[in-house]
């Protein structure tokens, strides 16, 4: 089966919007870096709201480390009268009773899948109650992260919460390059773990880093 283009799918629609005129877009955030090439590169086509929720994070410090970087990056792109950041309350026993009886499973598997359902739902399901016009999420900006089920997932949702997805793949275009450099730039925090304490595993962030190396190498 042939794989879909989404980062075009995000170009067909900016090339439609009157930038007078703009749609509201509700952008949730797994981390400040993360959203920070992102924010840079789809501010000037979208009325943002930043939508940080992210109850896998395992450490409440952790969870609201990254939330104050979410909270200063928008300050550091000059962006603070433009975008507002939402900051989801901290409940991480939500994710560990969602996730029940798929702690075993390898990262990137069906645990990781269902993680990611639970961010954009709550996602979709704000924004369908907030009369916005899309949402999406930062995560496809992820080497790691596959954007073909990202955005499938999105699709899903879109039709359950009748709200429309924004279909993007963030990486394209060097945009997880770009992310690091603008956090190199603004001297943020870039955790070394995706959140839970799952991923949190020595081995797994050893593979991370591997794989970072080889998607810079080809």
């Not at 797994?30 to 992102?38: D, L, N, Q, R, T």
């Not at 501010?43 to 990254?66: A, L, M, Q, T, W």
């Not at 792109?77 to 009773?97: M, N, P, Q, T």
């Not at 930062?138 to 596959?146: A, C, G, V």
Request: charged residues 35%.
């Amino acid at each position: 089966m042939n794989k879909i283009n989404y980062n075009l799918e995000m170009e067909k629609v900016i090339k439609k919007i009157d930038k007078d005129h703009k749609p509201k877009l509700l952008l949730h955030s797994c981390c400040g870096p993360c959203s920070s090439a992102i924010l840079e590169r789809i501010n000037e086509y979208f009325d943002i709201d930043v939508f940080y929720y992210n109850p896998n994070i395992d450490k409440e410090e952790e969870f609201y480390r990254r939330a104050d970087e979410q909270v200063q990056l928008v300050k550091d792109l000059g962006l603070e009268d433009k975008i507002g950041v939402r900051v989801i309350k901290y409940d991480h026993d939500d994710f560990l009773e969602y996730v029940k009886g798929f702690e075993e499973y390898r990262e990137g598997g069906p645990r990781c899948f269902k993680c990611y359902r639970q961010r954009m739902e709550k996602a979709a399901e704000f924004a369908s109650e907030n009369s916005y016009d899309f949402f999406t999420t930062t995560l496809s900006i992820s080497p790691h992260k596959d954007s073909q089920i990202l955005n499938k997932l999105g699709e899903f949702l879109s039709k359950e919460y009748k709200i429309k997805y924004l279909f993007s793949d963030f990486k394209k275009k060097n945009g997880f390059k770009r992310s690091v450099e603008l956090t190199d730039k603004f001297n943020m925090y870039r955790q070394d773990y995706c959140g839970c304490e799952f991923s949190r595993s020595e081995d797994w962030r050893t593979l991370k880093i591997f794989l970072l190396f080889l998607s810079f190498s080809f």
